[in-house]
C-alpha cells in the first residue's frame, strides 16, 4: 500500500496531454485522493524539465507524487524524486500520447490510473541509470522505461510535436519511416556484464521493462522488477533491412531474429564511431560513449490490476 507518513499528495501535470486535457485529468486525481482523505494539490508544468524541479522542491512531506501526462513527465517526476533520500511513492495517470510506463505498471489507460490511485497497491521498482556526453561534458540522469542509441535516436528526433499531433498512437510508426530515412548504421563497440561484441549496428536498446514505443514488446520477458536491464543489439549495415524487422516489434518475436542479439545484465556500456545520440525515455539528451546500470528497486511506485500488454487511449 502507499506510505503512511502523511497523507499529503502532490500532483504534477503538463497540461498540453492529452491534446490540452492533461489539467482536467488532474483535477480528476485531485478528487479521487480527496474524496479518500488525501489533501492533494495541483502543480502545473510549462516547460521540459520543470516536472523533475517540482518532484524535486516541492514533494517534501507529501507520500505520493502523481505524474500526469506522458512517459517524459513520468520519466522526470522519477528524476526528482530519485534526488531525495526520502522518497515518496510514484503514481502514474497516463494523459499524453505515449502510455508505456503506465502499460508496464498494468494501467491501461486514464480510468484505470485513476482507479490505482483508489486500489493503491505499490511495488518497488527498479530505474536505470546512463551517464553520456552532452554539450558540456559527461552527465548521467535516471531512466524509467527505456534507453536506445543508433536507429532508436533517429526515430525519437523525428517524433515531432507535430507528428505527434496528428499521428497519435501511431507516432512512433511514422517516426520510424521518417527516422529510416537519414539512419546510417555506425560501428559500435558494447559490453553486457563484461561480455564484448563489435560491429556496425543499426539499433542497440537497453530496456528496464517489456513495452515501449507506443506499445511494442521491445523486449519480451522483461520486467521493471526483475533487477536487470534487457539489451538488443541490431547487427547489420543496412537500414532498410533493420526498418523491415522492426514489423515484428509489437509481437516480440524479432528477438528471435538471426541478426539481434537479445540479452540481460546489470551493467551496460557502448561506444560508437562516429558518435551517436542516446534516447532516454522518448528524448535525445546526449550521445555515445555511455555506461548503463540497473538500480534495483530503487523507487515505490503504484500499480495496477491489469496485464502489462494494454491498450491506451
Given at each position: 500500500?502507499?506510505?503512511?507518513?502523511?497523507?499529503?499528495?502532490?500532483?504534477?501535470?503538463?497540461p498540453?496531454?492529452?491534446?490540452?486535457?492533461?489539467?482536467?485529468?488532474?483535477?480528476?486525481?485531485?478528487d479521487?485522493?480527496?474524496?479518500?482523505g488525501?489533501?492533494?494539490?495541483?502543480?502545473?508544468?510549462?516547460?521540459?524539465g520543470?516536472?523533475?524541479?517540482?518532484?524535486?522542491?516541492?514533494?517534501?512531506?507529501?507520500?505520493?507524487?502523481?505524474?500526469?501526462?506522458?512517459?517524459?513527465?513520468?520519466?522526470?517526476?522519477?528524476?526528482?524524486?530519485?534526488?531525495?533520500?526520502?522518497?515518496?511513492a510514484?503514481?502514474?495517470?497516463?494523459?499524453?500520447?505515449?502510455?508505456?510506463?503506465?502499460?508496464?505498471?498494468?494501467?491501461?489507460?486514464?480510468?484505470a490510473?485513476?482507479?490505482?490511485?483508489?486500489?493503491g497497491?505499490?511495488?518497488?521498482?527498479d530505474?536505470?541509470?546512463?551517464?553520456?556526453?552532452?554539450?558540456?561534458?559527461?552527465?548521467?540522469?535516471?531512466?524509467?522505461?527505456?534507453?536506445?542509441t543508433?536507429?532508436?535516436a533517429s526515430?525519437?528526433?523525428?517524433?515531432?510535436t507535430r507528428?505527434?499531433?496528428?499521428?497519435?498512437?501511431?507516432?512512433?510508426?511514422?517516426?520510424?519511416?521518417?527516422?529510416?530515412?537519414?539512419?546510417?548504421?555506425p560501428?559500435?563497440?558494447?559490453?553486457?556484464?563484461?561480455?564484448?561484441?563489435?560491429?556496425?549496428?543499426?539499433?542497440?536498446?537497453?530496456?528496464?521493462?517489456?513495452?515501449?514505443?507506443?506499445?511494442?514488446?521491445?523486449s519480451?520477458?522483461?520486467?521493471?522488477?526483475?533487477?536487470?536491464?534487457?539489451?538488443?543489439?541490431?547487427?547489420?549495415?543496412?537500414a532498410?533491412?533493420?526498418?523491415?524487422?522492426m514489423?515484428l516489434?509489437?509481437?516480440?518475436?524479432?528477438?528471435?531474429?538471426?541478426?539481434?542479439?537479445?540479452?540481460?545484465?546489470?551493467?551496460?556500456t557502448?561506444?560508437?564511431?562516429?558518435?551517436v545520440?542516446?534516447?532516454v525515455?522518448?528524448?535525445?539528451?546526449?550521445?555515445?560513449?555511455?555506461r548503463?546500470?540497473?538500480?534495483?528497486?530503487?523507487?515505490?511506485?503504484?500499480?495496477?490490476q491489469?496485464?502489462?500488454?494494454?491498450?491506451?487511449?
Amino acid at each position: 500500500m502507499i506510505p503512511s507518513r502523511s497523507h499529503a499528495a502532490i500532483v504534477i501535470v503538463n497540461p498540453k496531454a492529452g491534446r490540452g486535457d492533461g489539467g482536467s485529468v488532474a483535477r480528476r486525481a485531485v478528487d479521487r485522493l480527496t474524496t479518500h482523505g488525501w489533501d492533494a494539490e495541483v502543480l502545473s508544468t510549462s516547460r521540459p524539465g520543470e516536472a523533475t524541479a517540482l518532484a524535486r522542491d516541492e514533494s517534501s512531506g507529501a507520500s505520493l507524487v502523481v505524474a500526469v501526462g506522458g512517459d517524459g513527465t513520468a520519466s522526470e517526476v522519477a528524476e526528482g524524486l530519485m534526488s531525495l533520500d526520502d522518497r515518496p511513492a510514484m503514481a502514474v495517470v497516463p494523459a499524453g500520447s505515449g502510455c508505456d510506463l503506465a502499460r508496464n505498471l498494468g494501467i491501461g489507460g486514464i480510468e484505470a490510473g485513476l482507479d490505482a490511485l483508489e486500489a493503491g497497491a505499490t511495488r518497488d521498482m527498479d530505474l536505470g541509470r546512463i551517464e553520456l556526453q552532452g554539450e558540456d561534458g559527461a552527465f548521467s540522469r535516471y531512466f524509467v522505461l527505456t534507453t536506445g542509441t543508433g536507429f532508436s535516436a533517429s526515430v525519437i528526433r523525428s517524433a515531432t510535436t507535430r507528428v505527434k499531433r496528428l499521428f497519435r498512437s501511431k507516432t512512433y510508426a511514422v517516426a520510424g519511416v521518417l527516422g529510416a530515412v537519414r539512419y546510417r548504421p555506425p560501428m559500435m563497440r558494447w559490453s553486457v556484464d563484461g561480455e564484448t561484441g563489435e560491429g556496425r549496428v543499426f539499433n542497440v536498446v537497453v530496456s528496464n521493462a517489456e513495452i515501449e514505443a507506443g506499445g511494442a514488446r521491445m523486449s519480451p520477458g522483461a520486467t521493471a522488477f526483475d533487477g536487470k536491464l534487457w539489451v538488443a543489439v541490431w547487427h547489420g549495415s543496412s537500414a532498410l533491412a533493420g526498418l523491415w524487422r522492426m514489423r515484428l516489434i509489437f509481437g516480440g518475436s524479432h528477438v528471435e531474429h538471426p541478426a539481434i542479439t537479445y540479452t540481460a545484465g546489470s551493467v551496460v556500456t557502448i561506444d560508437s564511431d562516429p558518435p551517436v545520440g542516446i534516447q532516454v525515455d522518448g528524448e535525445v539528451p546526449g550521445r555515445t560513449p555511455a555506461r548503463f546500470e540497473v538500480v534495483p528497486g530503487a523507487l515505490r511506485v503504484v500499480v495496477g490490476q491489469a496485464p502489462g500488454l494494454t491498450r491506451c487511449p
